[in-house]
C-alpha cells in the first residue's frame, strides 16, 4: 500500500532495467491515482458542507422558535436540499461516465435539428437577457454520437454561455466535418476567462470567480460532465478564451467508422 516507492537500483541486464522503469512507472500512477481518489472525497465533503449547514441552521432556528416555521423559510429550506440531491445526481453522472457503466447508444444525428430543438428549450432565458442564438449549421450535418448524451453537451455548455454573457449578447453554434472529425464550436461573446484560469477549467468543482457563481448558483460540475461525456465518445474538448470579449468551446468528436 506504500505506493510511489521506487527502486534504486539499476540494471546492466535491459530486460531487469525495463521491469523495474515499469514498475516504478506503475507505483507513481497508482499514487497519482490514490491522491486523485482523496481529492474527490474533499471536494464533495466540501461542497454539500455549505448547503448541509445552512439547513441545519436553518431547521434549528425554527425548532428552537427563533425563527417562526412560515412558507418562505420552508421554501428556503427546501432550495437548499433541492441544490443538494442536484450536486449528489451529477456526482453520480459523472461517475458512471468516468466509469464507462453506462452503453453509449451512438446514431447519425442532424446538429441542425439538434440546435433548433435546443433554441427553442433556451428561449425564455435567451429572451430574458435578450441573447440572439445563432445556429451555422445546415440541414445532414451530421455528428455521430448518443443523442442524448450530446444533447447534454450543448445544453452545459449553452447554459454557460447565456449566464457568463451580458444582456444584449451573441451565441454561435457552428459544426464542420472533415474526413475523420466532427468539430461542434459554441461560442460567446460573453465576460471571458482569464488565461491561467483555462487548464483547471474541466476540473470538477472548479470556478473561476467562487463569489460570482455562488451567486448565479453555479456548482462547477458542468464542464467536467461535458468533457467525461466527449472523452466516453473518444473525442477532445478544449476552450479558448478571452477576458472580457468571449469564450470558445471547442469540442471534437471522432465520425462513425466501421470499427
Ligand atoms: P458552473 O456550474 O459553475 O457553471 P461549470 O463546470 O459549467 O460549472 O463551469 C466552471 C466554471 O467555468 C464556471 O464557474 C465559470 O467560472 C467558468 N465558465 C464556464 N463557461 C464559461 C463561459 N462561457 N464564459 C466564462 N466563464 C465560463
Redesign the pocket.
Known amino acids: 500500500g506504500k505506493y510511489g516507492t521506487q527502486i534504486d537500483q539499476k540494471s546492466r541486464n535491459e530486460e531487469t532495467q525495463n521491469l523495474i522503469d515499469a514498475i516504478n512507472d506503475m507505483s507513481v500512477k497508482l499514487q497519482t491515482e490514490e491522491k486523485q481518489k482523496r481529492q474527490i472525497t474533499a471536494d464533495v465533503a466540501h461542497e454539500l458542507r455549505t448547503p448541509l449547514s445552512n439547513l441545519q441552521g436553518n431547521l434549528e432556528a425554527m425548532l428552537d422558535g427563533i425563527w417562526e416555521p412560515n412558507q418562505e423559510k420552508l421554501l428556503s429550506c427546501h432550495e437548499e436540499i433541492i441544490r443538494l440531491a442536484s450536486i449528489v445526481q451529477q456526482m453520480q453522472v459523472l461517475y458512471s461516465l468516468e466509469n464507462r457503466n453506462e452503453q453509449l447508444e451512438c446514431e447519425s444525428i442532424d446538429f441542425s435539428v439538434l440546435c433548433r430543438s435546443l433554441s427553442v428549450d433556451f428561449a425564455m432565458k435567451l429572451e430574458a437577457k435578450q441573447i440572439r442564438l445563432t445556429v451555422y449549421a445546415k440541414k445532414g450535418d451530421i455528428v455521430w454520437g448518443d443523442r442524448y448524451k450530446i444533447r447534454q453537451c450543448m445544453i452545459?455548455l449553452i447554459s454557460?454561455?447565456i449566464?457568463?454573457s451580458d444582456v444584449g449578447g451573441e451565441i454561435e453554434l457552428h459544426i464542420s466535418n472533415d474526413d475523420q472529425y466532427t468539430t461542434i464550436l459554441v461560442k460567446?461573446h460573453?465576460?471571458?476567462?482569464p488565461a491561467d484560469e483555462l487548464p483547471n477549467?474541466f476540473e470538477r468543482f472548479?470556478?473561476?470567480?467562487k463569489s460570482r457563481?455562488t451567486k448565479t448558483g453555479?456548482?462547477?460540475?458542468?464542464?467536467?460532465i461535458t468533457k467525461a461525456i466527449v472523452e466516453r465518445h473518444g473525442g477532445m474538448i478544449s476552450v479558448e478564451s478571452t477576458p472580457g470579449k468571449g469564450?470558445t468551446f471547442i469540442m471534437t468528436f471522432p465520425q462513425k467508422s466501421e470499427k
Do not use: F
Open positions: 452545459n454557460n454561455a449566464q457568463y460567446d460573453g465576460v471571458g476567462i477549467l472548479y470556478r473561476v470567480d457563481s453555479g456548482m462547477g460540475i458542468g464542464l467536467s469564450s
